[in-house]
């Protein structure tokens, strides 16, 4: 049977979270499938002294623990974008916090690496590969069906799309570095993985500059 649903209209606030408005409307629906999130069960600290809850959701520092310490929160439970990749980051983000809690150390994260900007690469190491193009639905049918407007790619043709990828600033072994080394300064471990042995090497610069995506970065040797 038909009926319709009452939603409230929402505004996007400054930090681009959805506020209520006040202002209700009318739906009409022939079905409706119940599609919502969950909230975290909070029972089992809602009771703690030290433990702060603030609008369905636990305080946590930027180590993410909570005012209790040794008890760590992240995902729903915390202020934050509730969606699964959030989660998993979480997960492994507590991870390295309460293994260096239990260590009785602090967790640091590493510095990200700097960003190739196409100035530091060499693309003319690479052939030129055209795009894959998706079909697209013509407009009649468009109107008519429910087919998918943008088809997917085929196999060979996805594979093909995603080895057109430059790997901009990531290593993704191609011995460059390792065959222009004059001074056999860089060891190659396994495919993709080598070794820089600083006391060999004299800081030429061969194996930035002949990097194709921009991995190597120069630095000053501290003395």
Not at 147 to 161: C, I, K, P, T
Request: hydrophobic share 30%; glycine share 10%.
């Amino acid at each position: 049977p038909s009926g319709s649903i009452t939603v409230e209209k929402m505004e996007l606030d400054e930090n681009g979270f959805p506020q209520p408005t006040g202002e209700f409307e009318e739906l009409g629906a022939d079905s409706l499938v119940m599609a919502l999130g969950q909230e975290a069960d909070l029972s089992l600290i809602e009771n703690s002294k030290h433990i702060e809850i603030d609008d369905g959701v636990v305080k946590v520092n930027n180590q993410m623990m909570t005012g209790l310490e040794g008890v760590f929160a992240g995902g729903d439970m915390v202020p934050s974008e509730r969606t699964v990749t959030v989660a998993i980051g979480h997960g492994k983000k507590a991870a390295r916090y309460i293994d260096s809690y239990l260590r009785g150390s602090t967790y640091t994260p590493p510095e990200k690496h700097q960003l190739a900007t196409l100035n530091r690469m060499n693309t003319w190491y690479y052939a030129d590969a055209p795009r894959q193009v998706r079909e697209k639905l013509e407009g009649p049918r468009r109107a008519s069906t429910f087919d998918e407007v943008v088809s997917g790619l085929d196999e060979a043709s996805a594979v093909f799309e995603a080895r057109r990828c430059m790997s901009c600033g990531n290593c993704f072994g191609c011995d460059n570095c390792f065959g222009v080394c004059p001074d056999n300064a860089i060891t190659k471990i396994k495919p993709g993985e080598y070794e820089f042995k600083y006391d060999y090497c004299k800081g030429c610069g061969l194996c930035a500059e002949e990097c194709p995506c921009g991995a190597i970065s120069m630095v000053p040797e501290e003395v």
